[in-house]
């Protein structure tokens, strides 16, 4: 069996908060209980959404609860060239076409409705690029550790940009180029992400790269009813130990992973040497949410 490789790779649009402990404290007990290597990727591909320093304070809460990461970290704003030799790929196989069509233009119809797959409607505006997602790979099935098969048809889920009008790349090529090239072999994600799947795999066919194992999260849900996120203001995790400390020990709850009540004053080396023994997916209890108010030690 070959090496297992995961990776956590946040955007840096803001400090990591509860919802994005979650994520990269299950990916990192997942690839350590494995014996495998862990990797941290920065997902700066949209820079106006990343302030200044953003990048730097993730590094420093990831280290402030122990999660050091293998190697040195990926910077997606440095991959330019890597997306645009995998659009051309794909263009050539006929799988991504330019498009000049605006969100108002199709807002009556529950997905893009393909206008610009025959020819580009109007030349003269501004160009995005689209996936075919009607050709390639269909269905798209595959089996999620935790939420059992998985089966879409990418075309009811519509053209997914791969390339935006103001010359960014988008998140779906990104992922599936930065996978590929960085060996990983293990996702471990939030629930919200569990729908992008078939367009990655068919990416990933298209672009002949190995297709990884998946693992959904529960998401953490605030007070509101909404997802933990940097927009709705969700609170920066500390990097004090005294706070790190007891908010390590909800993180392993909200995972189901049921640590000892002594654990939650315990250095963070000793909470995560139990978590990543006694780490198992099968306790994690397959619901696409988890309430915030579940866990005693709160965010905040």
């Not at 910077?75 to 659009?87: E, G, T």
């Not at 075919?132 to 099935?141: A, C, F, I, T």
């Not at 799947?197 to 790269?209: D, E, I, V, Y």
């Not at 390590?248 to 939650?264: I, M, S, V, Y």
Request: proline share 8%; hydrophobic share 40%; charged share 25%.
């Amino acid at each position: 069996m070959s090496l297992y490789r995961g990776r956590f790779a946040p955007t840096p649009s803001g400090p990591l908060h509860f919802g994005s402990l979650i994520a990269a404290l299950a990916s990192f007990l997942d690839a350590r209980q494995a014996g495998g290597e862990w990797l941290l990727r920065i997902e700066d591909i949209d820079p106006p959404r990343c302030p200044a320093g953003a990048a730097d304070e993730i590094q420093r809460q990831l280290e402030a609860f122990g999660l050091q990461w293998d190697g040195p970290v990926l910077w997606q704003h440095a991959r330019d060239d890597a997306y645009q030799a995998a659009l051309e790929r794909l263009t050539d196989q006929g799988l991504a076409y330019p498009c000049s069509c605006s969100r108002k233009q199709w807002r009556d119809h529950p997905i893009y409705p393909g206008w610009c797959r025959h020819g580009v409607r109007d030349p003269g505006k501004p160009l995005a690029w689209r996936l075919r997602s009607d050709r390639g790979l269909r269905p798209v099935v595959w089996q999620d550790r935790l939420f059992g098969e998985q089966r879409f048809d990418p075309a009811r889920l519509g053209d997914v940009v791969l390339k935006r009008k103001d010359g960014l790349w988008a998140y779906q090529l990104a992922v599936v180029v930065d996978d590929a090239d960085q060996g990983i072999n293990n996702v471990v994600r939030g629930f919200d992400l569990l729908d992008n799947t078939p367009w990655q795999r068919q990416l990933q066919h298209a672009l002949g790269a190995a297709t990884p194992g998946y693992l959904h999260l529960p998401l953490i849900i605030g007070e509101g009813g909404q997802k933990l996120s940097k927009q709705n203001l969700a609170p920066a995790l500390p990097t004090r130990d005294a706070a790190v400390r007891p908010l390590l020990h909800a993180a392993l709850k909200a995972l189901d992973q049921a640590p000892p009540e002594t654990l939650a004053t315990a250095p963070v080396t000793e909470q995560l040497a139990w978590a990543v023994e006694a780490w198992s997916v099968g306790r994690i209890q397959p619901r696409a949410e988890r309430p915030l108010a579940d866990n005693r030690v709160t965010a905040s």
